[in-house]
């Protein structure tokens, strides 16, 4: 972690002399003066600005993804029933965005999954040892086939949860929201 702040602390350092330099560079179009002893080279701003993306900008843009990769993101789906996320770890988080009328089994454990501003979704998923939470969404179908501790629907319109037997003792909060039914397993049927 430390060794982000410092990248992150490069970086800022980076991009106020980029500042300074571009306010500095204030000259006729085509008159970029000498840099690096050269007369009529490349604006003092321009090359600054591509040492940054070529140094640390880059490499902290790569961190940056590595760090975000324990996030599953799936947004702005539409129509699909074979959204599958087969590759699981306790770590991770999934996050559904703006889905409309589609299905997604999440297979083996994480962390906790969001579903956010979604209508006419269908979710299967095995273990989750957070928290599913489900804010700003309508009719969405929430199948459980192993377990979860808590369940969150907050501003949801329709929401129906089914729970497998080993989910039974989830809890289940919600807030501004209608319409939902919770399904236990009994003989078989639900």
Partial sequence: MANMQGLVERLERAVS??????????????????????TGGVAPSVEAFDKLMNGMVAEFLKNSRILAGDVETHEYQEDRNDLVISETE?????????????????????????????????????????????????????????????????KTEGCHIYLSEDALDCEIVSAKSSEMNILIPQDGDY
């Avoid at 002399?17 to 050269?38: F, I, Q, T």
């Avoid at 969001?114 to 179908?141: A, P, R, T, Y």
């Fill in 17 to 38: 002399r980029l500042e300074s330099l571009s306010a500095e560079s204030h000259r006729p179009p085509g008159d970029c003066g000498e840099v690096n002893g050269v």
């Fill in 90 to 154: 306790l770590k991770q988080v999934a996050y559904i965005f703006k889905c409309e009328k589609s299905t997604l089994q999440i297979k083996g454990k994480v962390n906790s999954i969001i579903i956010d501003n979604c209508k006419k979704l269908g979710l299967v998923f095995d273990n989750v040892v957070g928290i599913v939470e489900v804010i700003n969404s309508q009719d969405i179908q929430i199948q459980v086939m192993g377990r979860v501790p808590t369940i969150s629907i907050n």
